[in-house]
């Protein structure tokens, strides 16, 4: 069956033909998502969501969406998106980070211009008849220091714009490198040592609790009098009062503000004053980014729905399309072995150590984690997924630990996953051969060559004579048919294994039998996705 999308939002109808070119149902209905209660009614229906900021997609919303796979946000912000709620329910959210982001750069340095010129107020002092010359007295941008907080794909095409207009560009950012800076042609400077120098300071960073309010009374205190603010990224960023008594005492020269904490913003402190320049969100309305936006969210969500490749996701690792078949083996072997040490361990999990050898540490080994952990956890939550994984795990106060090494064996590349408890460590291996089928390598430390099976019965016991002839007649007994059988011994006399392939799921009262049995240590029925019904 065709993956199927709704669009609730007003996306450009191209995107919509997008969808239908690659296969997928798509149902365009462009104010839907104002009804809440009516798209909380349909939202089961779809596998995927594409949205504006219009929708508001909730944690009972969610709730509703039993078959939602993706919601695609187009544009930058996801605010309208629970994510916490998403990530539990295993719902991928994409955004679309590239498609506004010179749009959204170019309005900022518009407001800088605006300010400095006072445009707006001269504007309408000249439409209303008046020559108001020397009232409205610019400064020059040339030579001016520009502050850039957040230097990230917006913020660094605002400090490139300004080196191209002669300004000097100080930038804060935790993230941005020396290399990074010096090819921008910007200088890395502390957050305060940017308060202190700037002329103009525009903000383009998240809404995140360490980022909200960074623009406040004491903020403010540290800059420049005369200075002039830009925020065309979040409401949330400036604390809109303290900015307007700066405003007024002239501390603030000017500031250009297209976000605002509650939108849309019909009834603003700001609103009226003279030398606030104030649009109401624009920073992404142009026509090439609401169209380049809509393009590139029906294309990722696309991508997602019919080849598992994974792009702009807020909430789960990337998996390009180019990469996505080489991963898709390696993906199944790191979930087959989560699912294998998820199924032996009775036990809280303390911690998780993943070691990726040879080909598979230049994988995505992100995506990998994520599969593995799936695994594991699987057999206590049955729904979750590489989305909710790690969020679950996270929550269960799990630690996990990535190892990446050199080829060191035989195998070009494998997976190892251990697990420590309170009372034991557990560790297997596997790798996937030319067939694309993972394998089980390694169970104990114990070396072997043994495929994934649908039903197995995996026991360990002593090395002795016997046991396969026990489980045999206790199977044949039974009516329980073994397809196959692998063994592994670490040495003669020492520690062994068994795994038998079954026809079909071992009872629980011949389980019981073979564990009564005073030469198995211990029995465990498993169960692993192979695929088929």
Known sequence: MAPRVLVSDKLSTTAVQIFKDRGIEVDYLPDLGKDKEKLAEVIGQ????AIRSATKVTEKLINAATNLKVVGRAGIGVDNVDIPAASRKGIIVMNTPFGNSITTAEHAVAMIFALARQIPEANASTHAGKWEKNRFMGIEITSKTLGVI???NIGSIVATRGVGLKMHVIAFDPFLSDSRAEELGVQKVELDELFARADFITLHTPL?????NI??????????????IINCARGGLIVEADLVAALKSGKVAGAGIDVFEVEPAENNELFGMENVVATPHLGASTTEAQE?????????????LIKGAVSNAINMPSITAEEAPRLKPFVKLAEVLGAFVGQVTEDPIKEVEILFDGSTATMNTRALISAALAGLIRPQVSDVNMVSAP????ERGIIVAEVKRDKSGVFDGYIKLTVTTEHRTRSIAGTCFSDGKPRFIQIKGINLDAEVGRDMLYTTNADAPGII???????GENGVNIANFQLGRNRPGGDAIALLYLDAPFPETVLEQVRAHKSIDSAKRLRFDVGGD
């Open 46 to 49: 779809y596998d995927g969501l």
């Open 150 to 152: 957040g230097c990230g």
């Open 208 to 212: 995140t609790d360490k980022t909200r």
């Open 215 to 228: 623009i406040d009374a004491a903020a403010i205190a540290k800059m420049k009098t005369g200075v002039r």
């Open 292 to 304: 380049n936006v809509a393009l590139q969210v029906a294309e990722q969500m696309s991508d997602y």
């Open 391 to 394: 969020i679950m795990v996270k």
């Open 469 to 475: 002839g026990l489980l045999g007649t206790v199977c």
